[in-house]
């Protein structure tokens, strides 16, 4: 740790003066290929929505917490997302319902839950860090744990990433493999709890999504194969994080926020490329 | 000369031959239409067995029940005679009726064969190993072209014989093919039927295979059974042919020169 702010502030910027941006520049270096992996994975097998929902539960999961005079949420916040994701792909699977509507109904019964929670006598204010994310909240302690967590479901992401792509391809051919379509997806499930959690308090709960899903929706843009795609999406999230950190820094904005809309400029960018390639071809 | 039912049945004896599926009374009922009843088939190394009958007849159930996908009466028992020892989990290939899959994924040929190589992640790198698998596997099926086509971007044909590539490797003990030619033209169908009847005998291979193309499927198959919600009527080509039901559901002139 400390070879790291020694190394850093040895950079000519004024940024790098700052403890706090050191500490958050190593925590965007530890999680940026974790969400781009995910998020590849996340796109191919179509549960950015869900992904989506799980980020949302969170807040439910921050109200519990504070409900049960938890001193830190996190336990609440992991244990809610976790089975609201158990339940929306046991209700999609055994009712064979639309995925849209399960989503989008479980999505609004845990904001409004939260809401309902946090508002209780009226200082919901003070949980609004939650929503934006606070950059200086990363301490030390908390980039042992992104590092721990990160590889630990990094490791469990590479080794099950065939079986996911495989299911993302079509749940049949996979289960002619023997591959069970709903341990694995439970499995994913719990590793997109696990990464969106983590990574809550500093991104905040509106665009945490976003972090996972657009690297690799650009990626997709320009990817001819699986390899090409998971290494342009770390790439851009890599690229898009340490610039939107220090864009955030000199332009004093939510660091979160900013990191995506970077990101999105390099969607936009990708898109051009695929657009002169298929004009190119014809 | 002999016809090529009589040329396949002439090789069938090398191949073991033995009864390695056993269908028993299988009955699927799916919101609350008896879709299947009371379906009993027994499936032998080194034979095709092909499936017709009219649409919503079944047939993709059977496949689908095979697979362990739909709930069931009956039982279906496999049995260890490929010497792997497991009763419930032989190594299926399977080839569905249509992939449906979303096709701008930047998934490539060859990233569909490594993954289901092994568990090294696609998303590093191929190994050597599968990179020779995936080549040999495809040039089975005259596709060694396509190892490095986005599979979003194949024709129908071209799919079908990667699919068929894919389900063969590894090679497994059963395997499913759900109209694997619709949407084929025909001298790509008679290229896929050649490529299927080689390697049931290379492989000692027991094939399930759905199909409406019943003119095109009688010289390759084994068997053919003709299922309508139950087993209207099985056994060879020329017997089924020539069952009134079938003559009623398919027409007169179907593949008469190939009857032996």
Known sequence: MNAWHQLVSALPFEWTQFAFMRTALLAIVIVSPLFALMGTLVINNRMAFFSDAIGHASLTGVGLGVLLGLSDPLWALVAFALILGVCIIALQRFTGANMDAVISLSMSFSIALGVVLLSRGGNFNKFSHYLIGDLLSITTREIYQLLATSILVGGALLLGYNRILLIGINESLARSRGMSAWWTQMLFCAAIVMVVTMNLSWVGILIVNSMLIVPAAGARNIARNAGQYVWIAVGIALVSGVAGLIASFYANTATGATIVLVSMGCFVGTLGMKAARSRRAA | ?260
């Open chain 2, 1 to 260: 000369m002999n016809s090529p039912t009589d040329h396949h049945r002439g090789l069938a004896r090398h191949v073991c031959g033995e009864c390695c599926t056993q269908i028993e009374g299988i009955g699927v009922t799916l919101n609350g239409n008896r879709v299947l009843e009371n379906v009993s088939l027994h499936l032998h190394c080194g034979e095709l067995t092909t499936l017709v009958g009219p649409n919503g007849a079944g047939k993709s159930t059977l496949l689908r029940t095979l697979l362990g996908e739909v709930p069931h009466t009956g039982a279906i028992h496999f049995l260890p005679v490929f010497g792997h020892g497991r009763q419930d989990a032989p190594a299926m290939g399977y080839v569905p009726q249509h992939l449906e899959f979303d096709r701008f994924s930047p998934i490539s040929v060859q990233d569909a064969f490594s993954s289901v190589l092994s568990r090294w992640p696609v998303a590093l790198w191929h190994t050597r190993r599968h990179r020779k698998t995936a080549r040999e596997a495809l040039s089975a099926v005259h596709a060694e072209h396509l190892i490095h086509r986005r599979m979003g971007e194949l024709s129908g044909g071209e799919l079908q014989r990667v699919l068929l590539a894919l389900s063969l490797t590894p090679v497994p003990n059963l395997l499913l093919l759900d109209e694997p030619v619709s949407g084929i033209d025909v001298p790509g169908r008679e290229m896929f039927y050649r490529t299927v009847s080689e390697l049931r005998q290379r492989f000692d291979l027991s094939i399930l295979m759905v199909s409406h193309d019943l003119a095109g499927v009688t010289a390759v198959s084994d068997r053919i059974v003709f299922l309508n919600h139950r087993i209207v009527c099985s056994g060879t080509p020329a017997e089924v042919i020539a069952h009134p039901e079938v003559r009623r559901t398919f027409g007169f002139d179907l593949a008469a020169p190939n009857l032996p």
